[in-house]
């Protein structure tokens, strides 16, 4: 178990504008397409679910797949304080890429019983815009595991998850990698365009 001390202590430094907040999910669809724009993008605060520091490793074998730009924020805590960030202004919009079925019904259902589903919980109620790359989006898709393709038939309960989702107000629900892209520089431009 983590010391709840460490947890509480604030070692980073609120950065001086604000920035992405990304939130990575165990999930392997698309996995290595998100890191390759999370690498490109390189500066931004990303929050791992316990799931996503696992599948990292089985994807990427990496120890440090992360620029140090990037700063990771673990899942090691029950009240997940790091989220007070959001009600500080640290973050300008919150990415959570690619979202597995598990966390998508959770934030349906408004659970915030984890680190990435307090992140999407607390951004909303910050009125901080939110893209989700909803993996699970049509009848049957090619899914990359960790050495092969797999075929897979999304259940009509997450199909369904992802078009409520789809509904919530301040989301963005992207289907793929390249809309994905699109969207967070659309929205980065945005931000640099306000200044
Ligand atoms: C290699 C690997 C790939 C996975 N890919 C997916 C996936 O594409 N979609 C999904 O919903 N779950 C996938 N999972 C299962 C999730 O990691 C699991 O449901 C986990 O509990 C999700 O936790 P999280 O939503 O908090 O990240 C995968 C698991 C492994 C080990």
């Known amino acids: 178990m983590s010391d709840p001390r460490e947890a509480l202590e604030e070692r980073e430094e609120r950065p001086r504008r604000p ?3 990304w939130a990575l999910t165990g999930s392997g669809h698309d996995f290595l397409a998100c890191l390759e724009i999370i690498r490109r993008i390189g500066e931004l605060d990303l929050f ?3 799931a996503a ?8 074998r990496e120890r440090k797949p992360f620029p140090s ?4 924020i673990r899942d090691t805590t029950a009240s997940a304080p790091p989220v007070g960030r959001f009600y500080d202004g640290w973050y300008h919009t919150l990415v959570v890429a690619p979202a597995t079925s598990n966390t998508v019904a959770k934030f349906v259902c408004g659970i915030s019983d984890t680190l990435v589903t307090n992140v999407f919980a607390q951004a909303g109620k910050c009125r901080i815009p939110i893209i989700v ?3 699970d989006t049509k009848p049957v898709h090619d899914s990359m595991a960790p050495h092969r393709m797999v075929r897979l038939w999304p259940r009509r309960i997450d199909l369904e ?3 409520r989702l789809k ?3 301040g989301v963005t629900v992207v289907e793929d990698t390249a809309a994905l892209a699109a969207a967070v520089d ?3 431009a945005e931000v640099a365009r306000e200044g």
């Not at 520091?53 to 990427?60: K, Q």
């Open 53 to 60: 520091a696992e599948v990292i490793f089985l994807y990427t």
């Open 69 to 72: 730009g990037i700063r990771l």
């Open 48 to 50: 791992l679910s316990k």
């Open 167 to 169: 509904e919530f107000e």
């Open 133 to 135: 790359y909803a993996c």
């Open 186 to 188: 659309a929205r980065l």
């Open 19 to 21: 920035r992405l907040a």
């Open 161 to 163: 998850n992802t078009a």
